[in-house]
C-alpha cells in the first residue's frame, strides 16, 4: 500500500488497497499505526457489497448499533445510511447527520475509535463536489494549550450528553428528526469522559471535549465549567488544526474519532443527492499492541 500524507493538519490517501478483499495482519497494522498518525484516512476507488465494507470496518473493533437509528442497510442494522434522498416521499436515511462540529460516541461510556464511511452518491455543482467532512486536530489542540488550562483541568472529566447534540439538529428549521424517546434517552444517559485522555494508538494525550455533546465539567461550579468549556472549544477552532475531505465517489473515509472533532458541511440541496454508508467502530481491541 502507498500512503501519501496530505501535509496538512491531517489526511492522508492510502493507495492500492482492495478493501473488498480481507485485510492482511501487516496491513492492518500499517492502517492503524496511519490512523494515529494522520487521523483521517482516504481509500479511494472502492467497490464494496455492505457485507465488505461492515467486515473492513469489524477488523478494527466492534460495530455499534444506534439506538436512534431507524436508517440502515436492509439486513445490517450495523450500517447506517446518511443520506438526504428520499423514496415516496419518505427519507431513507438520516439527512443530517453530523451537522456540527463533535466526535461521535464520546456520549458513550465506551467510546468509539473511528467512523468509517463509504461515499456511494457525491453531490456536486459546476464540477466541484459538495458536502465536504471537516475535521481539526486534538492531538495538537492538547499540545498547544496553555499550560496554566493544562493544571486546571488535569485529571478533571465533562458530562457528554447524546441528546444535546439531537435536540440541537432536533430545533433546525425542516428537521425531520423526532424527538427521542424516554426510552432512547435512557439507553443514553449522559456519561462524564475525562478531558484529556490517552490515544490509544498514540500514547499521546488529546484534548477529548467538542462542542456536540459535552455539555459541563463536573465539580466545578457552573460559570467556571462554562468559561472553561467555551475556551476549549474556541482554541480548538483555530484554522492550524483544520482539515477538509472533499469527496469522491467509491472513497472509503476512516477517521480517528478520539482524536480528532469532525462536521458534515451541508452545502448541497434536497435536489442535489448524496449517499453514504457508515459504520462507528468502538473502541474495543488493545490498539497499543496491535500498532507494536
Ligand atoms: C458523521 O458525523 O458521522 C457524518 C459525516 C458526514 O456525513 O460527512
Not at 450495523?78 to 456520549?107: C, F, R
Not at 496553555?146 to 428537521?175: C, Q, Y
Request: proline share 6%; net charge neutral.
Amino acid at each position: 500500500m502507498d500512503i501519501h500524507s496530505s501535509g496538512k493538519a491531517l489526511g492522508a490517501s492510502i493507495e492500492g488497497m482492495d478493501l473488498a478483499q480481507p485485510i492482511p495482519d501487516s496491513d492492518f497494522k500499517q492502517i492503524l499505526r496511519a490512523l494515529g498518525e494522520h487521523g483521517v484516512l482516504c481509500f479511494p476507488k472502492q467497490r464494496l457489497e455492505t457485507e465488505q465494507f461492515a467486515r473492513f470496518g469489524r477488523r478494527f473493533g466492534e460495530l455499534e448499533i444506534n439506538v436512534a437509528n431507524q436508517f440502515h442497510e436492509p439486513g445490517f442494522p450495523e450500517v447506517m445510511v446518511l443520506s438526504n434522498m428520499t423514496e415516496n416521499g419518505k427519507p431513507i436515511g438520516l439527512g443530517d447527520a453530523g451537522q456540527g462540529w463533535h466526535t461521535d460516541m464520546s456520549y458513550s461510556k465506551e467510546i468509539a475509535l473511528a467512523n468509517v464511511l463509504y461515499a456511494i452518491k457525491v453531490p456536486a455543482r459546476d464540477g466541484r463536489p459538495l458536502g465536504d467532512t471537516q475535521f481539526r486536530n486534538m492531538h495538537a489542540a492538547y499540545e498547544d494549550l496553555p499550560d496554566e488550562i493544562k493544571r486546571r483541568l488535569e485529571g478533571r472529566t465533562a458530562t457528554h450528553d447524546f441528546a444535546k447534540f439531537w435536540d440541537m439538529m432536533r430545533a433546525r428549521p425542516g428537521s425531520r428528526r423526532a424527538a427521542l424517546t424516554a426510552e432512547q434517552r435512557a439507553k443514553k444517559p449522559p456519561v462524564s469522559q475525562p478531558i484529556f485522555r490517552t490515544h490509544p494508538i498514540t500514547g499521546r494525550t488529546v484534548l477529548y471535549c467538542n462542542p456536540g455533546y459535552a455539555t459541563r465539567i463536573d465539580g466545578m461550579p457552573e460559570a467556571e465549567s462554562a468559561e472553561l468549556l467555551e475556551y476549549l472549544f474556541k482554541h480548538q477552532q483555530q484554522r492550524k488544526y483544520f482539515y477538509a475531505h472533499a469527496w469522491a465517489e467509491g472513497d472509503v473515509l476512516m477517521w480517528d474519532n478520539i482524536g480528532t472533532v469532525h462536521n458534515a458541511v451541508a452545502d448541497y440541496l434536497p435536489d442535489e443527492p448524496r449517499y453514504m454508508r457508515r459504520v462507528q467502530v468502538m473502541a474495543t481491541k488493545d490498539y497499543a499492541r496491535l500498532a507494536a
